[in-house]
């Protein structure tokens, strides 16, 4: 059995990577597509994206030629405003280890990685931006695959 090293929610990977088709496309995206190109339950996504409206990050639109755009230019949204909207903020001192709480040991046998860890991909996610990521990672072809739009 393979267990992950480092694991985010379903729920922060799919706003992440939702948001990055919305910055790739330029254009309004309904859920359905979107679901779609992230091999996603339409539902879900639909929800994670009520929760990035409410946030201020994305303004959703009703009726025929609807869905989801962006509020703010893809260069004004972290990726840690996405986290931050979807899971709230996160704590970089929690524990990484499930058995930190009862460890035995007066200094984690970890040393400082995990919390060096921790702290890394929080800086990443709040010094990186959809303009940064959107676009060189191929978000556009990959809804124009799953969508059978151009």
Do not use: W
Not at 95 to 119: G, K, N
Request: charged letters at 20%.
């Amino acid at each position: 059995m393979l267990g992950s090293v480092i694991a985010i929610s379903e729920a922060v990977s799919l706003g992440v990577h939702g948001m990055g088709l919305l910055a790739a496309s330029g254009r309004r995206l309904n859920a359905r597509d979107m679901a779609r190109a992230l091999g996603a339950s339409e539902a879900h996504l639909t929800k994670i994206f009520q929760r990035l409206a409410r946030a201020g990050l994305v303004r959703s639109v009703r009726g025929v030629g609807g869905g989801f755009e962006l509020k703010l230019a893809p260069g004004e949204i972290s990726l840690m405003a996405i986290y931050k909207a979807v899971e709230g903020i996160p704590d970089p001192s929690a524990a990484l280890c499930s058995y930190c709480a009862q460890c035995p040991f007066q200094r984690c046998l970890f040393d400082t990685v995990l919390t060096e860890s921790a702290r890394q991909f929080l800086d990443y996610l709040s010094g990186t931006t959809l303009d940064a990521v959107s676009l060189k990672r191929g978000g556009r072809e990959r809804l124009s695959r799953s969508s059978g739009s151009a």
